[in-house]
């Protein structure tokens, strides 16, 4: 008896239907400092996690009314993330469990 050997076609389909259904979604959302200070570092870990994550801004700096684009593409379908800002001056300032999902945006204050 010779088993029938499954198309290309079905193959690929089952392929994209596996891929899709593994894949997250990138969290992606604008980071404003409306402080008077240079943002140098600025950590962002999912609310579940205890410990931080690396530093999202690495050698770049988020000087003081500025904006960027954050992309965070760890693979989570988490939306609720904890941040920490970390200044020039060295000062540090946290923000526990903001839903990033929810609002596209996060602005930092004084």
């Keep these: ?55 999202i801004l690495g050698a770049d700096v988020l000087g003081a009314g500025e904006s960027v684009s954050i992309t965070i593409a760890d693979g989570r379908t988490q939306c609720a993330y904890d941040m920490k800002f970390v200044f020039d001056d060295g000062s540090e300032t946290t923000v526990a469990a903001e839903d990033l999902c929810e609002t596209g945006s996060f602005t930092i204050t004084e």
Excluded: K
């Design 1 to 55: 008896m010779r088993l029938a050997r499954p198309s290309s076609l079905l193959i690929a389909l089952l392929g994209l239907a596996f891929a899709g259904s593994v894949a997250a979604e990138d969290l992606e959302f604008e980071l404003t400092n409306d402080t008077s200070g240079v943002l140098t570092e600025f950590y962002a870990s999912p609310a579940d996690v205890g410990d931080w994550e690396e530093d």
